[in-house]
């Protein structure tokens, strides 16, 4: 985090010219520390801040508690905030390459470690097993890899860094879509998007090395209906939960890390001899 006392447009230039000057063809190695004379100035004398302390849920690297502190203790009334909001969005998505067989060329229930000649191994490894922990953990897309959105995206919360007072309540953020294909669903995918300025945002579903969360669900039965989700992160437990809506009945699926445990224990009463 930065924040620049004084002609804060000329400090800034300053201060990119330094990073970039040390990066550039012509420098001479590694980039340049930017000290910030946040320690040696007087309170509440900042014009611009600037902070990266943007994770990857958003909110899970305590941007807002940073920024409040930084305002009471550091900026002048009217300060600019670099990025001035932070918001999630989320969408259900297809993933191709999660739909893909682990591992390639072996069936689902093919064990990974063969048992004796006429004898049954009780430390076979079922895909099926490995399958359906995958489907408790949020994930983040291999590198390069896309994902197609099924719906338009929706905002599940969205903060003003100049303005929020305490840190958002994440819990059950909720969302709904109305779905005419439910058969290319395996997914819901959650981003964030970060207003620089007006008109200026950045989004860590295409533009950023961020990447975005991608909380996995299985096929539902019904082909179209309204999917409605509750995502909860942390401070709590993650976990989600996805309930189909279609022909008065409904389809639901919670998910998330603490429920592998249970996947774990129910396959193995399946397979136990």
Known sequence: MEVLQGDS?????EAIEQSVGATSPVGRGAPAPLRSPARRADPASFDLLVTETIGRQGFDESIVPTVIDARRRFLREGATIVP?????????????WLAAPIPAGLSNGAPLVAPPSGGRSNHGLRLGVLESLLLEVPIAPPERE???????????????LATVQ????????????????TRRLNGIALWVEAGIAPGVRLSTRSDTHWAPTLFPLAPFRARRGTLEASISLPPRPTCWTASLHANGRVERQSRGPLFAYLAMTRNRSHNAP
């Open 9 to 13: 447009r000329r400090l800034a230039a």
């Open 84 to 96: 001035r909001t932070i918001a999630l969005r989320a969408a259900p998505v297809r993933m191709d």
């Open 146 to 160: 896309r994902f197609a959105l099924l719906a338009r995206p929706v905002s599940l919360i969205e903060v003003d």
């Open 166 to 181: 305490r840190p958002p309540r994440l819990h059950n953020l909720t969302a709904s879509w109305r779905l005419n294909d």
